[in-house]
């Protein structure tokens, strides 16, 4: 039971447009999310988070929104850069303390020059 | 501030031969997680350390792995006897503090094949 979803396998964007990554979860005790970026050989590298008491965070170019009632969440990427393709994963907490980071499987990114 | 750092980077061994991985966390990072990534799927956290105790290893197969971190600081994982279904990647993860919303920091992973 996939409990953090990301239902895009991959995305293709034109430089300089929005990208924007999906995540749905399941669980209605996460209140943790975060996102990663990964690159081939690589470890994931965090991105961003979102608390569940806030509905957006940005941090520069990065956005993410968080909308509890439909259990989704997105991250934006204003401007998209060619440095930006990766793999993006979505990952939630539950809100009982040391709970692990339950992940989803990931979209990769393209951003076309 | 230096990263996790894990080695060996890759590792082939045949099926029901016996493996071990290395992790260094992040200096004061008092939490270490391993977890298992197969191909085209997230990580999935296989355990989890306090210091040199464990919090979580719901999910680790423990009639072939064992972890350990005994002195609270670095810490091995080993399979033995490996299985065609353990090729992965297996990260190494740390945080300053899990009770808090601390990122958790992840190491390059060691990519492990069995043939």
């Known amino acids: 039971d996939q409990q953090v979803k990301q239902n895009s396998p991959s995305l293709s964007v034109q430089e300089g447009r929005i990208s924007i990554l999906n995540c749905d979860y399941t669980?209605?005790?996460?209140?943790?999310f975060l996102w990663y970026k990964k690159y081939p050989a690589e470890g994931p590298t965090f991105l961003i988070s979102?608390?569940?008491?806030?509905d957006k965070n940005e941090d520069g170019r990065f956005t993410v929104f968080l909308n509890k009632s439909a259990k989704h969440l997105s991250l934006h990427i204003v401007p998209s850069q060619p440095g930006d393709s990766a793999v993006y994963f979505c990952?939630?907490?539950?809100?009982?303390?040391?709970?692990?980071?339950?992940f989803g499987k990931g979209t990769r990114l393209s951003v076309i020059a | 501030e230096a990263g996790v750092a894990q080695s060996p980077r890759y590792k082939i061994i045949e099926k029901r031969q016996s493996v071990a991985f290395w992790c260094n966390p992040i200096s004061g990072h008092a939490t270490l997680y391993w977890y298992q990534q197969i191909l085209g799927q997230g990580p999935k956290l296989l355990i989890q350390?306090?210091?040199?105790?464990?919090?979580?290893d719901s999910q680790l197969p423990k009639d072939r792995f064992s972890a350990e971190r005994l002195k609270g600081v670095d810490s091995t994982l080993k399979i033995q006897p490996a299985k065609l279904e353990d090729s992965a990647v297996y990260l190494c993860?740390?945080?300053?503090?899990?009770?808090?919303?601390?990122?958790?920091?992840f190491g390059d992973g060691t990519r492990l094949s069995i043939l």
């Open positions: 979102i608390s569940s008491i806030k």
């Open positions: 669980n209605s005790m996460f209140d943790y």
């Open positions: 990952a939630a907490r539950g809100n009982s303390g040391n709970t692990p980071l339950v």
């Open positions: 993860a740390s945080s300053l503090n899990p009770y808090s919303n601390q990122p958790q920091h």
């Open positions: 350390f306090q210091n040199n105790g464990v919090v979580d």
